[in-house]
């Protein structure tokens, strides 16, 4: 009979404690940051409870500064007296400090310690710091959280918990910077640019300002474009350039940090080649050398023709132009000194160039 009592005792005391300390209301629980608050609490999660951690910036956090962080815990069915919830909450990087109503397990673990009466909206928040490694690691910190929204009933029934996690980057310590300027593949039309930007983790936007001079004039975006990384290898082919022209260029990179240009630097277009794609188009000018009237003629109709005369140094000429059917056109040297000239020509499209003798 002795021993039925002691039992009896044993059980009258332990039961109580057992139920309140592993019932939906109780002091928190660990471990379950990534697998929510399963099998105490149902195996199923309910998509209807949301948990969030806020509290660091959009555009990312700095090396070593300490962050005010809340963690909060919705269900819009549980709004109000007697409904509760709680969370477990764990970082992979940075160290966590408790606030009000929560306990701390190593540096990167929290719980609360008791659970919180719900808003009217069904929410219940705590209040915590999170503290960022003090080098900088330039990798994305990761939130784990788990929360129960409960009835109140000491139970482990009628609750509804889910978890979420949440990812941070770091935010640059500086804006862009680009090194390793280089044009390339240039003729006399053409011109191939190339840099490395650094972005320091901030999408950045990338182009080249060209002209000819430093005003530039000409906006083009580099490829490809926006960069986030550390070296990214970007270029822009440019097109429709004037022959033995000097150009001037640079390098723009903006990101939400700052905005780099590079130094500025030119490149020179080529002379015009001697003769490229006339047989092509069958083009024929005659006579040449020539003296008076130089003709081009064509075995296609002209559409749209672009002629220019140039110097063997580049210079431009002015010269009378005319068409005289619609395959032929006559070009009128007479007035100019005796030398070698370069006719360029862009017939239907088709850039051709040929040297011309004026006697």
């Known amino acids: 009979m002795k021993k039925k009592n002691v039992l009896y005792l044993v059980l009258v005391i332990c039961l109580p404690l057992m139920y309140v300390s592993f019932g939906s209301n109780s002091n928190g629980i660990t471990g379950k940051s990534t697998s929510s608050c399963t099998p105490c609490h149902s195996h199923v999660k ?30 819009s069915n549980y709004s109000g007296t007697p409904n509760k919830s709680g969370f477990n909450i764990t970082v992979n990087n940075g160290t966590l400090t408790a606030g009000t109503g929560m306990n701390l397990t190593g540096t990167q673990e929290l719980a609360h310690n008791a659970a919180v009466i719900n808003s009217a909206t069904g929410a219940a928040t705590w209040n915590f710091d999170w503290t960022a490694p003090a080098l900088s690691i330039m990798t994305s910190v990761v939130f784990s959280a788990a929360g129960n929204a409960t009835n109140g009933d000491f139970g482990t029934g009628g609750d509804a918990h ?64 926006p960069v986030m990384g550390a070296a990214n290898a970007v270029t822009a082919n440019l097109t429709g350039l004037s022959p033995n022209t000097t150009y001037h260029y640079r390098v723009n990179a903006v990101n939400t940090i700052g905005t780099a240009n590079s130094v500025d630097s030119t490149f020179k277009t080529a002379f015009p080649s001697a003769v490229r794609d006339v047989q092509e188009l069958k083009c024929v000018t005659f006579p040449n050398p020539v003296s008076d009237m130089l003709e081009v003629k064509l075995d296609e109709e002209i559409v749209n023709s672009d002629l220019t005369l140039y110097t063997i140094k580049g210079k431009e000429v002015i010269t009378q132009i005319t068409a005289i059917d619609t395959r032929t056109i006559q070009i009128n040297v007479s007035k100019i000194a005796k030398g070698i000239y370069i006719l360029k020509m862009d017939i239907n499209g088709k850039m051709l160039n040929q040297q011309i003798v004026v006697k």
């Open 162 to 225: 889910n978890n979420s996690t949440t990812t941070f980057l770091q935010a640059p310590s500086a804006g862009p910077s680009i090194s390793g300027l280089n044009s390339s593949g240039i003729t006399d039309v053409t011109a191939t640019i190339d840099a490395m930007i650094n972005a320091r983790g901030a999408s950045t936007a990338v182009a080249i300002e060209y002209g000819l001079t430093t005003a530039y004039g000409s906006t083009q975006a580099m490829n490809p474009n």
């Open 46 to 75: 309910t998509p209807a409870t949301q948990v969030t951690v806020t509290g660091i910036p959009s555009t990312g956090y700095f090396a070593g500064q300490t962050y005010a962080m809340t963690v909060t815990v919705t269900n």
